[in-house]
């Protein structure tokens, strides 16, 4: 992109650009808390079982990190204004779609139409907003970028369950086409198209591997719920496998890769994937689990269950203001992913401890606790990872770290559901009496998606399974703390000097 031709924006006209680059942003990290607190009406809307539900989370996350590498790559080559203006398009048609979807197959089919929307305009919009602002400028658009994203993940629970409890679910998505059609017609106005002259085809073969392989081993996880762990589940794990052995090869043999492999040569960068997949899997997915836990098991209505996500969501927007201002310049990166990574494992095991007391107030700590280990998280591993990775290699690598992260949250996703569900149908096993014809499957499922209508064992079971995944999600955060601490060098991570504070925040919000 350094042949490009840059063009100055000032007044006005920066101010528009940065509306243009991050309500769209916006938009999708919104959309995504939302939906989360939405998850039981849809549920119960359609009479929907657990896997059904899975897929409304999934269907998104899924085309969402599959494509959000090649969409860098589209809007390089074919202009970024274009691709901003399609994902834009794509996104808000597919809401559309969602909030009239008159079965879940199809509000499914128009969330991975959704997910593909979301992964244009995001790239587009990131890569506009490297091109229009230089030097301090960047800096300070990327910090307004970044506190967008955190007002959109702080308002998105309490947002969502206000619309759903006062206007039903469907507008939850509605909400997206007058926002989306506006957003549209300010794009066309003010921005200018950009290009980068040097971008070559499309990694296809790249494109098609990992998305294939991502895409099977979520559908084995979430099949074997529903079909148990037959020869078809194991077919599909062992397809992704191969899949991503075959997108390891072409990586290797492409002249200009979708996946550099070689950044994985840095151990520094490898911890801060590591870090950032389970950040992702373990803390990122409980904002779609949570929500569903206060509905179902502590009988709140989806607004005040939104509102009783706020000690988790809220970190995520104060805490990285306070790491940039007090914590950034005293300790080295290695230090606060690490710390991060032990705060949010803490937070989890004290959720997992108390949630078969199903008292909120017994939860509250465990909220804060993992909320501000993510807030410390939440930029860190952008830039720990950059730190390691040369200038010229950032727009590809910061891409991987994007996908990475999306990828936790698809495949973490879809583990926690599997073990939720056997987690509960262990519970109903043990609890139903040997002479009850009560379907222990049947039972299973509805019960992992929220319905605890048939007595006791119901409250018990989900209980029991909400239990079994934050214990999970708390092993995998404090693997990963030890994995950040081994892997990640003091040396690329040292303390960052206050004349360095203004582009650490640039590559932070990215």
């Given at each position: 992109m350094h042949n490009e031709t840059h063009v100055p924006v000032d007044g006005l006209q920066r101010f528009l650009i940065l509306l243009c680059v991050s309500i769209p942003s916006f938009m999708i990290n919104l959309d995504s808390n939302i939906v989360a607190v939405s998850l039981s009406s849809i549920a119960h809307s359609f009479k929907a079982d657990f896997a059904d539900i899975e897929w409304v989370i999934s269907a998104y996350t899924l085309t969402f990190a599959s494509f959000v590498m090649p969409a860098g790559a589209l809007a390089d080559?074919?202009?970024?204004?274009?691709?901003?203006?399609?994902?834009?398009?794509?996104f808000t048609l597919a809401s559309f779609i969602c909030g009239a979807a008159p079965n879940v197959t199809a509000l499914n089919a128009a969330r991975a139409l959704q997910g593909l929307g979301a992964a244009l305009l995001l790239s587009a919009a990131l890569a506009t907003l490297s091109h229009s602002f230089r030097g301090p400028q960047r800096a300070a658009a990327f910090a307004f970028w970044g506190s967008v994203i955190g007002i959109a993940i702080s308002l998105g629970p309490v947002v969502g369950g206000f619309i759903t409890q006062h206007f039903g679910w469907e507008w939850a998505f509605y909400i997206n086409v007058p926002i989306g059609a506006a957003i549209i017609a300010l794009v066309l106005r003010t921005l200018k198209e950009s290009r980068d002259p040097d971008a070559r085809s499309i990694d296809y073969p790249g494109v098609i591997t990992f998305s294939g392989s991502l895409f099977l081993i979520t559908l084995a996880l979430i099949s074997g719920n529903r079909q148990g762990w037959d020869v078809h589940v194991l077919l599909e794990m062992l397809g992704a496998l191969v899949l991503f052995v075959l997108f390891l090869f072409v990586e290797s043999r492409q002249q200009r890769p979708m996946m550099d492999l070689s950044i994985f040569r840095k151990p520094t960068y490898v911890g801060a994937c590591i870090a950032g997949l389970a950040y992702a899997a373990s803390l990122l997915t409980m904002l779609s689990y949570l929500p569903i836990f206060f509905q179902s098991a502590l009988g709140y209505s989806p607004q005040n269950a939104g509102l009783l996500m706020l000690p988790l969501a809220v970190p995520l927007f104060v805490v990285p203001r306070i790491t940039a201002s007090y914590l950034t310049h005293r300790f080295s990166g290695r230090s606060l992913l690490t710390l991060g990574l032990l705060i949010i494992g803490g937070g989890l095991f004290w959720l997992g401890f108390e949630a078969t007391s199903f008292d909120y107030r017994a939860m509250l700590g465990g909220l804060l606790l993992a909320g501000t280990g993510a807030g410390i998280l939440n930029g860190e591993t952008a830039k720990v990872a950059m730190s390691a990775i040369p200038p010229e290699r950032a727009g590809m690598a910061s891409g991987v770290s994007g996908t990475v992260r999306f990828s936790?949250?698809?495949?973490?996703?879809?583990?926690l559901g599997a073990i939720l569900f056997h987690r509960v149908g262990a519970s109903v096993a043990s609890g139903l009496p040997g002479s009850s014809r009560v379907d222990p499957i049947a039972l299973t499922r509805s019960i992992a998606a929220g319905d605890l209508s048939s007595g006791p064992l119901a409250l018990v079971s989900f209980g029991a399974g909400y239990q079994a995944i934050l214990f999970v999600a708390c092993a995998m955060a404090l693997t990963s703390a030890l994995l950040a601490w081994i892997l990640?060098?003091?040396?690329d991570t040292a303390p960052?000097?206050?004349?360095?504070?203004?582009?650490?925040?640039?590559?932070?919000?990215?």
């Open positions: 080559r074919f202009g970024r204004k274009r691709i901003l203006v399609v994902g834009l398009s794509v936790g949250i698809v495949v973490g996703f879809a583990a990640v060098r003091a040396a960052t000097v206050h004349h360095k504070q203004q582009q650490v925040g640039a590559v932070s919000a990215k």
